[in-house]
């Protein structure tokens, strides 16, 4: 409205001002214009107010009454908004006839109060309707943009994992979304999306709220998950209904809260990320993770340094050896991967394997490199010492998805001339967690191998122990967070010992990682851990010092 001033002020001066020397008085004038100045701000509610100016103009024309009334009626001067009778000015007597001034005075101020007026009448028929049309998207009746970010924020405010439960943002992109829309056209289009959002409502449980960010960008927050794996489960079976039954293709990002997040936007923007990376790497789905977050040129750059690493020989391998732990004698090792950058020095593996398997072939290189170095030292060793220590190789998700992988992993056993089973592969939780049927199904044809399996990192990705019976592996690394400092603190002793209890009742053996101090040693192996691995014993070291 405050595009109006200019223009009311010079229907004032106009009407009301000097030249006119109508009997208009300066007072009507004043209210008036304080009348549109606080509707323009937006203070105070329309209605009162006009209420209060026709009371002072009432007081100073000297009527019985002038008032404002609402609905339709036949005297007065009517208020209309958009064709439509909102009410109107009357004054008592009824009879007595207004001057023709003070008359256009009011209609002015009618005009003025109009569309004002139109919205507290739009407000009071039902606010319910009023609030739901403001938060939903028009198409889909799901929340909208700003709903739903309001809705994160609510989230955000809660105290984060209250009784275990955590929340997970789940965004869905429906792809060749263009297409769709000039195959179905506007109308065939948007019956379709309701349809899919009918299945984004119903099939993310009791405990989700579904939200529409843009034409082809929706997003569902899933509360009180016991388990932020669920909603990857989830989300998967809503794609496959929504491919079969709709015949749309859409990818989800999922991520989970983290402590981390203040700010909604965040939060969206992992999430998206996470969309966009699965889609980059022809996938459905995918978690959000910190890498991610990685700028894609740097990423770029590293990629590019890391193909020319492995040209140049600066990426090998180390190993770290493993003991038994009563006893304290070598058991086996892990084989450890380093790139050492002629300007930039040593680069951790942490910064430069996700950047690897972001690319996905450079992963499988790099995996193929240190299975053969690794195959290699364990070759040296075992002749050397006459007998055979076993040999952790970690393996990275993509690798798992590579089906050429055992017979890859056969061949360079064959070429090193190595017994199979003294090749431990470490998967992680996170690997392995979310397409469980397909993974599973990997994981044995590499058992096929003769090749052992280990659960990397255990308890820092989502899974249980229950989950654990289902994988064919035969030991069990437990993450370095539960190891460190255990000894000292009565509650950190206790989980550790309900791993060792459960690990063993599934017949897995167990390797400690991160082992720092004698007494997080004498812990473990009181509790009955059967190896552990870390600084006390030793660092990883180059080959030649196997
Ligand atoms: P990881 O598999 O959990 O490997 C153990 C990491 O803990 C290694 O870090 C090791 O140097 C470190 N570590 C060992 N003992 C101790 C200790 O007592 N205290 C502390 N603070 N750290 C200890 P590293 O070598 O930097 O490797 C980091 C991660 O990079 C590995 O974690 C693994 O996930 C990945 N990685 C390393 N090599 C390869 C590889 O060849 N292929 C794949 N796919 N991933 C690799
Ligand atoms: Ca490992
Ligand atoms: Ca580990």
């Known amino acids: 409205m405050s595009r109006d001033s200019g223009f009311l002020s010079r229907l004032f001066s106009t009407l009301l001002g000097g030249s006119a020397k109508q009997d208009v008085t300066q007072k ?8 549109q100045r606080e509707l323009s701000d937006g203070n105070g509610d329309p209605e009162s107010q006009l209420t209060r100016v026709l009371d002072q103009l009432r007081a100073y024309w000297e009527l019985e009454s002038l008032r404002w009334a609402a609905g339709t009626s036949s005297s007065g001067i009517p208020v209309r908004f958009s064709g439509e009778e909102l009410g109107s000015i009357t004054w008592h007597p009824e009879d007595s006839k207004l001057e023709e001034s003070r008359r256009s005075l009011l209609v002015i101020l ?58 997970v943002l789940v965004t869905v992109h429906i792809q060749d979304y263009t297409k769709l829309y000039t195959d179905l056209g506007g109308n065939g289009y948007d019956e379709r999306i309701r349809d899919f959002s009918r299945l984004l409502r119903a099939d993310f449980g009791l405990h989700s709220t579904a939200g529409r960010l843009e034409e082809d960008m929706f997003a569902v927050l899933i509360c ?37 997040y203040s700010d909604p936007q965040i939060w969206l923007n992992d999430a998206r990320t996470a969309v966009k990376q699965a889609e980059e790497r022809g996938g459905q789905q995918a978690f959000f993770s910190q890498t991610m977050q990685m700028h894609s040129v740097a990423r770029w750059q590293m990629e590019t340094d890391l193909e020319n690493a ?13 003991v038994h732990l009563p006893g304290g004698e070598i058991a086996g090792y892990e084989a450890l991967c380093r790139w050492t950058h002629p ?39 075992s002749e050397r010492n006459g007998t055979a220590p076993f040999m952790s190789v970690n393996l990275s998700p993509v690798q798992l998805k ?83 400092g255990s000894d000292l603190d009565e509650e950190a002793k206790e989980i550790l010992r309900t791993i060792v209890e459960m690990a063993h009742s599934l017949d897995l053996k167990i390797v400690a990682e991160g082992v720092e101090t004698e007494g997080e040693r004498d812990l473990l192996a009181e509790l009955g851990c059967e190896y552990g691995q870390g600084w006390l014993f030793a660092k990883p070291m180059p080959a030649e010092e196997v």
Not at 28 to 35: V, W
Not at 122 to 150: C, H, I, K, Y
């Open 28 to 35: 009507g004038q004043e209210l008036l214009a304080s009348y």
């Open 224 to 260: 009180d998950l016991s388990n932020p794996d669920k909603a990857a489960s989830m989300s998967a079976a809503f794609r496959n209904k929504v491919e079969a039954t709709l015949e749309l293709d859409v990818t989800a990002g999922i991520a989970p809260r983290v402590d981390l």
């Open 310 to 322: 492995l040209e140049a020989g600066q990426i090998e391998t180390w190993f770290q050896p493993i």
């Open 402 to 484: 590579d089906s050429q992988l055992p017979k890859k992993i056969l061949a360079v056993v064959e070429l090193a001339g190595v017994n199979p089973e003294h090749l431990k592969l470490e998967i992680t939780e996170t690997a392995v967690m979310h397409e469980r049927e397909k993974a599973i199904q990997a994981l044995e044809r590499i058992r096929e191998t003769g090749a052992q399996l280990s659960m990397d990192d255990f308890g820092t990705g989502y899974s249980s122990l229950a989950y654990l019976r289902e994988f064919p592996i035969s030991t069990l690394k437990i993450d370095r967070a539960f190891v460190s």
């Open 343 to 381: 300007e930039k020095g040593g680069i951790r593996p942490d910064e430069f394997i996700p950047v690897a398997e972001n690319d996905g072939s450079l992963i499988l290189e790099i995996g193929q490199l240190t299975l053969r170095e690794a195959c290699e030292t364990l070759a040296r060793i």
């Open 110 to 167: 009618a005009g003025l109060a109009a569309p004002y007026l139109a919205k507290v009448a739009e407000s009071q028929a039902d606010p319910l309707q009023r609030w739901q049309s403001e938060r939903a998207d028009m198409v889909t009746g799901l929340l909208n943009r700003p709903a739903f970010m309001g809705l994160l924020l609510n989230e955000l405010a809660k105290p984060s994992g209250s009784a275990g439960l955590t929340s």
